[in-house]
Nanobody
Framework: QVQLVESGGGLVQAGGSLRLSCAAS????????MGWYRQAPGKQRELVAL???????TYADSVKGRFTISRDNAKNTVDLQMNSLKPEDTAVYYC????????????WGQGTQVTVSS
């Protein structure tokens, strides 16, 4: 089992920045990737950014150049630095941890609200 706890959400004006952090505990060695998804009201949950063991990253097109994902393996944390925020970035952001075993489900955090005002 893996537990994920997010922090860092809040309210910010358009053009501002926020940093989200996710602390993982439990069977970290069973994971091969961690990242962030988001879900806006009335929309499906979508991938924002993912970092794979070894450091490879992937981003949604909508956040490329504005968001940066990073991982601290010593602290078992994954952060999402969000710059140049737009109102359309408003959503609940969820930390995700992906097991190496493809037959196991992803682990999810409780979510943190990010609201960007225009």
């Amino acid at each position: 089992q893996v537990q994920l706890v997010e922090s860092g959400g809040g309210l910010v004006q358009a053009g501002g920045s926020l940093r989200l952090s996710c602390a993982a505990s439990g069977n970290i060695a069973s994971l091969n990737a961690m990242g962030w998804y988001r879900q806006a009201p009335g929309k499906q949950r979508e991938l924002v950014a993912l970092i794979i063991t070894g450091g490879t990253t992937t981003y949604a097109d909508s956040v490329k150049g504005r968001f940066t994902i990073s991982r601290d393996n010593a602290k078992n944390t994954v952060d999402l630095q969000m710059n140049s925020l737009k109102p359309e970035d408003t959503a609940v952001y969820y930390c995700v941890a992906r097991p190496t075993n493809p037959f196991r489900n992803n682990y999810w955090g409780q979510g943190t609200q990010v609201t960007v005002s225009s």
